[in-house]
């Protein structure tokens, strides 16, 4: 019987999944999938350039697994950077770190957040935090 996987905890459910390179049909295009839990690994070591141990802590996971989440999660960017893949984001065992911060049962989030300045603005209708900028300092905000 396999070992139950634990739970990857993260903190940031990316709003956009979909990534393909410009001016090629999907039909010719080869995919690259990435799970929540490994763009998360991605953005804390790499893009929030937090160490090792203290990205694991943050993803309760062991450091060889997370490890072992950042390698293939860069060997599968690096893949589709140089052969001209699309990143599709999807799946992975993982849970929110807090409730209201992920898809909730109960529809789309209310505000969004400038992971800046921390200025939270209503979210608009229709429209992905992550497309808005935060009033005070420009910045694309996140989900709140
Ligand atoms: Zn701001």
Same mark, same amino acid.
């Given at each position: 019987m396999p070992r139950p996987r634990l739970r990857r905890r993260i903190f940031n459910q990316p709003e956009i999944t979909y990534f393909k390179p410009a001016g090629v049909p999907i039909a010719q295009l080869e995919q690259?999938? =990435?799970? @929540?839990?490994e763009i998360e690994a991605l953005r804390l070591k790499d893009y929030e350039g937090m160490d090792?141990?203290? /990205? /694991?802590k943050k993803m309760?996971?062991?450091?060889p697994t997370f490890h072992r989440l950042i390698v293939s999660a860069r060997k599968k960017t690096a893949d589709a950077l140089v052969n001209g893949k699309s990143i599709r984001i999807q799946g992975g065992? @993982?849970? %929110? /770190? &807090?409730?209201? =911060?992920?898809r909730r049962a109960g529809g789309p989030p209310t505000k969004c957040i400038c992971p800046v300045c921390k200025a &939270?603005?209503?979210k608009k209708r229709g429209i992905p935090c992550a497309q808005m900028k +935060?009033?005070? +300092?420009?910045? %694309? %905000?996140? &989900?709140?």
């Open positions: 690259t999938i =990435l799970s @929540f839990d090792q141990s203290e /990205a /694991a309760n996971v062991s450091q065992v @993982f849970k %929110m /770190a &807090r409730p209201g =911060l992920g &939270r603005v209503p +935060c009033p005070d +300092c420009g910045a %694309m %905000m996140t &989900r709140g």
